[in-house]
């Protein structure tokens, strides 16, 4: 069974004096189990963040703690790239990383040869990679919406050494076992910021799209996360966690929210828990 995920991309919001009380207030109004919720900061704020997460009033039981993960990371391991962060440098500060975002391949112009780099750096350093993939709104009036995103995840993953599970990685609220090491985020970029959601439909054709991608990369697709992105809220999220081919969502705006993200994981965690029971074959789960 695939895991069940939000993660918030605060972007570029938040202060190292303001990052670690929100960190603790969404941690707390979001205890629930089965869901694997991670919050990206500024880089300026993963160790604030993450000194706030671990500590003892919000470090949770076995397994439900909150993970940090970074926003982006350098192609490159080290070297002349002024303002820029390698992966060995987000050892001991985030245990996972957006990779790929639409804003970064539109304002920092990056190529699938940067992001299958990025992904192979995060993976070497123990850190485990979301890797964000969508089409502009024009792919999708011209009918190009799957054929541009197969070709992000082509991009990205042909010829990828991905860890294998059995992989740990130390760090996070308790250990790693059992995580994945490549999460797929669909984020169509028309979506992204606006307010205009995907229809969760939409969404789950396009996972399925990516998971035949992955399978013909050799990749086994049926372990492999995909969540959704793109002006979620509370109000919303069903619509994709409705989906069984949909195993979470990357949030932005409605991450900032405490009350958004307490919204939001309680109704993944209805998810994950209606998805555990039938696993198990009882009939009398709640419905997400
Ligand atoms: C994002 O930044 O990945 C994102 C999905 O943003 P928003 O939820 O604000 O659309």
Redesign the pocket.
Known sequence: MRTVIIAG?W?MNTTPADAGELAREIARRTRIDGVVRILCPPFVCLDVVRAALASPEVASPAGSGVWVGAQNVHHALAGAYTGEIAAPMLVGLADWV?VG???RRRDAGETDAQIAAKLANAWNAGIRPIL?VGEVLADREAGQAEAVVQGQVRGALAGASIPSAATTSSGGPDGAAGLPWLTI?Y?PVW?????R?ARGSDAAAMAAAIRRVLDDLGIESSTIPILY?????SANIDEFLAEPAIDG???????LKVDEMAGIVARAGLTAQARAAVRHGASDAPRP
């Open positions: 991309n972007k957006i975002h639409s804003e964000c985020a984020e979506a992204i910021g606006t307010g959601n992105g793109g002006s979620v809220t969502a990357l949030v932005g705006g409605a991450s």
